[in-house]
């Protein structure tokens, strides 16, 4: 199932949730919709549910437009970080749950909805606690119940609201390595909200970067870390070494020691040169690099790091980069740093 949304709009009161959002979902695709808390992440999830009508704009399932349709209708399945599972029920009873309120022609029979649910457990890896009642299970083992019963009822789309928000990270990172093998033997199209970019860039095929009810930048998990489209994302994902310059005549200057770089068609006036600490490399101390000065050296295991503070007319800013075997760097020494990737974006007209 593909999902189109189109230049969706939705206001609470005086409120912006979501500014003219367009999306298109890959069919059999696990997308990522990734923003700091506020950006309209679980709006926009609601909204392709059914559970929520935006002010302007449309969804499509498959082409069909699915704005008059209910959450029933439209077939999807959701698991939600408070979305409890029912506490009088057996996992077995949750499970089977969307199957027995079927009516009509839908409904299977007793033996299919066992055969069903057993089959949904194991999948899930829980088919031995059929029989327990939620009390009984560990935060983790109660997500993946109602994962299970998302899926109970065959979704065509399954919506995922922050499931393992409120997991320790060491379970964390076991259910969404655990959520990506089963994506990927479902292929069903889903959704994952979260704000933790770790989980994100690991567990998706794409990543919906939002921000302020707006999208900033969808793209693999490799395209948004290695060429954010904007400051903010630059900012949102990984580390960022910012130091503040002046576009002139399409380059900007670094430092006050001369090194000019081009400004990669960022507009003239101030802006805001950007990159990984990783970015850099060690180079010699003259003009056209920029001057640092080491004030750490560390190793784990392998790796060596060097936390490097640039100076000059852009103020501090602290970097740490790893290094090449025969340097021998100490605290205190002068050295030289090449960008080697970066970025310039425009200063943006309020905040940072
Ligand atoms: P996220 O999931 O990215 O944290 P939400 O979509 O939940 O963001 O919310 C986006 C913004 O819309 C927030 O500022 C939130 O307070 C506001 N909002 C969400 N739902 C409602 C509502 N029912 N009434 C009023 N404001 C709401
Ligand atoms: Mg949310």
Redesign the pocket.
Known sequence: MNIEVKNITKQ?GA?A?LKDVSLGIKSGELMALL?P???????LLRIIAGLEWPDAGQVFFNGVDVMSMTVRSRNVGFVFQHYALFRHMTVFENVAFGLRVRKGPDRASEAQIKERVMKLLNLVHIGWLADRYPSQLSGGQRQRVALARALAIEPSVLLLDEPFGALDSKVRKDLRRWLRRLHDELHVTSIL?THDQEEALEVADRVVVMGDGRIEQVGTPAEIYDDPATAFVHEFIGESVMLPVKVEGGAVELNSHGLKLDARGAPEGPATFYARPDDFRIAELHAQHLRGRVTGVRRFGATRRLDVEIDGKNGPAHIETSFPAGFDPRVGDEIGLYPERYRVFAKPETGS
């Open positions: 609470f409120f949730a923003g808390s506020g950006s309209g992440k679980t709006t909200v």
